[in-house]
């Protein structure tokens, strides 16, 4: 049995998972995200380890049977600063943090965004290490001063369990790796101001590395010390993990709190956009990337509208169904996030919108339009990393048929999603057994059970749909850009 724990923004799940993939027990906690009026997102280490002990030991006491390994993943980007001994010298900073804003508006500005991107093909958005870094440099160096590591959520939860300083490839590849060769690009760091902290980033681990619990995170998580532990790939590359990409040019579609949406690329095979977004991301095969677009948007953008008009998640299936495909001409922008856009664009000024909206419009037409400007999104990532395989989704979103069709019918093509919802702690078992010497059948582990298949009687529709909606937004990225 191997335990895997998905460390997410503000839930933690594990699942025990047999040789086959099947899953035996599972559980889950809620952990606490601080947010601040002036766009801060913040969480605390101690509040996140406790999750992860809890969800360990109850699949455990479930099962009965102590794993042979715990897998771990998580979220990831972000800027969570430690001391040698793990503790944090100031709160972990959230990926959905807006501080770094004026930053990355100033790099955009002096060129420095575009260097980086040409350097390791990362964008910049306020959320990620390099402005993250920048910010605190400028109005926090005491905490750069006190940290022996910058690294990220997934890397600090091993450091507790394992007392061992490391950081997978895939969290490191954001925004100072280049994927090719997977070591730090020094020249991205000295564009952006930093190569002095170059000393606070964590070496990368082999792919497949398999540490230790030591004594403290052994009485943490009830398990012998000397227990195996994996960490990585992060969420997103793990969520392509358990979902079975296998050929270059296949897609997977996350609609979770993020709106990730990847492409798995050969290595050396990448290309360049015209304008600097986005993310490649290292995996545990060594030839292969994925081409990450991961937006702000997501299933947060509806969960705000559905609080707004008074409405549960159990109404969004029929709100849905009350309204036709087109929302009866009511549109929707759904930057909701703090830090604006990072994908397929960058700007932290990117804000929502409602438009198309009457006397007549009913809850029904903005829940249905603003669930398509997510679907319309995503379409605009996948054109940016360059689907043109076959599409697996997954995550909260998805659970949702009639919004799985709605992603199907903008995207024009079939949504493979399968049974199991936790991806991202399927893809980490999957790593974990690999790393474990395990012959893994990634068909048994991965095969998808159901398919969306979009409905051409309404191509036409979002056809149109689409085509509003990147004209409404280029005029909008005017307007933000001079706000």
């Not at 438009?355 to 007549?360: L, M, P, Y």
Request: proline share 7%; aromatic share 6%.
């Amino acid at each position: 049995m191997i335990t895997a724990v998905d460390i997410g923004t503000s839930l933690t799940k594990a699942a025990a998972f047999d040789d086959g993939g099947r899953v035996l027990a599972e559980a889950s906690r809620h952990s606490h995200l601080e947010h601040y009026p002036d766009g801060r997102v913040e969480q605390d280490l101690d509040d996140v380890v406790s999750t992860v002990a809890a969800v360990v030991r109850e699949v455990v006491e479930r099962t009965g049977t102590r794993p042979r390994a715990v897998a771990l993943t998580g979220q990831g980007d972000g800027l969570w600063l430690r001391d040698a001994r793990g503790r944090p010298v100031r709160s972990p900073i959230s990926w959905m943090d807006g501080r770094a804003a004026p930053v990355v508006r100033q790099w955009q500005r002096d060129g420095v965004s575009r260097r980086v991107y040409e350097r390791t093909g990362n964008g910049l958005f306020p959320g990620a290490h390099g402005p993250l870094l920048a910010h605190l440099a400028d109005h926090e160096p005491e905490s750069l001063r006190a940290a022996d590591v910058a690294g990220y959520c997934v890397d600090s939860v091993l450091h507790v369990l394992t007392g061992e300083i490391s950081v997978d490839a895939s969290d490191a590849s954001v925004p100072f790796l280049d994927a090719d060769t997977r070591c730090y690009d020094e020249e991205a760091l000295e564009a952006c101001g930093l190569a002095e902290y170059e000393h606070l980033l964590p070496k990368p681990a082999r792919p497949r590395q398999i540490f230790e619990l030591d004594a403290n995170g052994a009485e943490l998580l009830g398990l012998p010390a000397g227990t195996p532990v994996t960490a990585g790939p992060f969420d997103l590359p793990a969520c392509a993990v358990g979902g079975g990409l296998n050929e270059f040019g296949d897609g997977l579609l996350t609609v979770g709190t993020t709106l990730a949406c990847q492409v798995l690329t050969e290595v050396g095979d990448r290309h360049r956009q015209e304008e600097p977004s986005g993310m490649w991301l290292c995996t545990p095969e060594e030839n292969q990337l994925l081409h990450g677009m991961p937006a702000m948007v997501g299933t947060a953008s509806l969960d705000w509208v559905l609080e707004l008009l008074g409405l549960g998640i159990d109404d969004l299936g029929a709100q849905l169904e009350a309204s036709p495909p087109g929302a009866n001409d009511v549109s929707a922008l759904p930057f909701l996030a703090p830090g604006g856009e990072r994908s397929p664009f960058v700007d932290p000024g990117a804000s929502g919108q409602l438009s198309g909206v009457r006397i007549g419009t009913t809850r029904a037409d903005v829940v249905r339009a603003v669930c398509e400007s997510v679907a319309y999104a995503a379409r605009h990532c996948f054109e940016a990393a360059g689907l043109d395989g076959r599409l697996v989704a997954c995550g909260g979103g998805t659970r949702s048929h009639p919004w799985a069709q709605v992603f199907a019918d903008v995207l024009g093509q079939p949504l493979h999603l399968p049974d199991d919802p936790g991806m991202g702690a399927r893809g980490a078992a999957v790593t974990a057994a690999r790393a474990l010497g395990d012959p893994v059948d990634s068909g048994e582990w991965t095969l998808p059970t159901r398919e969306v298949t979009p409905n051409p009687e309404v191509r036409q529709r979002y056809e149109d749909g689409y085509r509003r909606y990147r004209q409404t937004l280029a005029s909008m990225r005017e307007l933000w850009r001079t706000g």
